[in-house]
């Protein structure tokens, strides 16, 4: 078995950056790993125009390491107000790469989300015909629903009516985390994919309450049960081109994590490639690592694949690479797992 591996560059098909000195703090350490990331725009306010897209864009760009080649794939925020015509002019001039679907109220800073989904009928014509896709955060914001039961709800209520009525739309099921998930993208035509998270292959729910409340395992969508995350090791690892990697890299301050009512989200950004790589030697896949992290996600968002490389080696990673991260004013970032050995490191990127 061989001790090192080399993969084209990974690309990143679901990141949050934050902004202001979160962002200048979390985005060298995904520009130094990552060729490419589609960067989620729910900042507040949120990324709703593409007046506010360029600017983010421009924020972005100005706090890359110098040299850096780093490309942020701009999405925006969809919302009830969303303007069709801004749109067309995006995929026209090439600069939006996406939209993001939250349901009001399912997540961090959703609460401008959709309500009424019969309201972005417009939004949704005018994707579909600019072939520009719609990323879905999948889950139902209903109090009556359990919160491990959602995602297979919002497929059952919102996401088949929705494909149904708009089949040339192409969507992005983004961070699943059932084996209703995955068999529901699996089963689906080429216009359905997923991506799935380091966190989702690596802990269930129980590990939430392992030894006590772990703020730091808590993300949405939460964990489910071990079934759930073998479902989505088998479908991560199969080679099948419809799941990709999207870190959902989403980082929040150790004050805001550690309280009373503390922030959903994961920082895995140092640690994601050690991690999959970890998964998929596990899972006897080494052979279709590339494919998850490299391929796939160039093939369905229909842009190149990156030219260069980066090197895997069978080694423990440079302790540096757990240290939580100093956002100045916002406070320590804490990085997901930091006391787990890990069995691989990135030795060139």
């Known amino acids: 078995m061989s001790d090192q591996i080399e ?36 900042l ?34 969809l919302t009830e107000t969303t303007d069709p015509a801004e749109i067309t002019k995006g995929a026209e001039t090439g600069e939006l790469t996406a939209l993001k679907l939250y ?17 972005i009928t417009g939004v949704l014509e005018a994707m579909q015909e600019a072939s520009v896709p719609l990323l879905v955060h999948g889950e139902v914001n209903d109090p009556d629903v359990d919160i491990f039961d959602r995602e297979a709800v919002f497929i059952e209520r919102v996401l088949e009516p929705l494909r149904r009525d708009f089949p040339g739309l192409r969507v992005v099921m983004e961070h699943i985390t059932t084996q209703e998930g995955a068999s529901y993208v699996n089963e689906a035509n ?23 409340i772990r703020p730091h395992f808590f993300c949405l969508p939460i964990a489910k049960r071990e079934n759930h995350r073998q479902a989505l090791r088998k479908a991560a690892t199969s080679g099948n081109p419809k799941f990709f990697l999207g870190t959902d890299s989403a980082p929040h301050p150790l004050n805001a994590k550690e309280c009373a009512c503390g922030c959903a989200g994961i920082f895995n950004a140092p640690v994601t490639l050690p991690y ?11 052979d279709k690592l590339e494919a998850f992290t ?25 302790p540096s690479i757990f240290a939580s991260v100093d956002a100045g004013p916002g406070g320590q970032v804490v990085v997901f797992r930091a ?11």
């Open 190 to 212: 080429e216009n359905l994919a997923a991506t799935i998270t380091p966190q989702h292959l690596i802990i269930n729910r129980t590990d939430i309450f392992r030894g006590g």
């Open 7 to 42: 993969i084209i560059r990974p690309d990143d098909w679901h990141l949050h950056l934050r902004d202001g000195d979160m962002l200048k703090a979390v985005l060298p350490i995904s520009a130094a790993l990552f060729a490419r990331a589609i960067i989620m725009p729910n």
């Open 276 to 286: 999959v790589t970890q998964v998929f030697e596990e899972e006897g896949a080494l």
């Open 339 to 349: 006391d787990t050995p890990l069995n691989w490191s990135v030795t060139s990127a």
């Open 294 to 318: 490299s391929l796939n996600g160039p093939a369905f968002y229909r842009l190149p694949v990156n030219e260069d490389r980066i090197t895997l080696t069978r080694t423990a990673p440079d």
């Open 103 to 119: 349901p009001a109220g399912a997540t961090t800073n959703s609460d401008a989300g959709v309500k009424d989904f019969t309201r």
């Open 44 to 77: 507040v306010p949120p990324v709703r125009t593409l007046d506010d897209m360029r600017a983010y864009r421009s924020r972005i760009e100005a706090a890359l390491p110098e040299g850096s080649a780093f490309k942020p794939l701009m999405t925006l925020y």
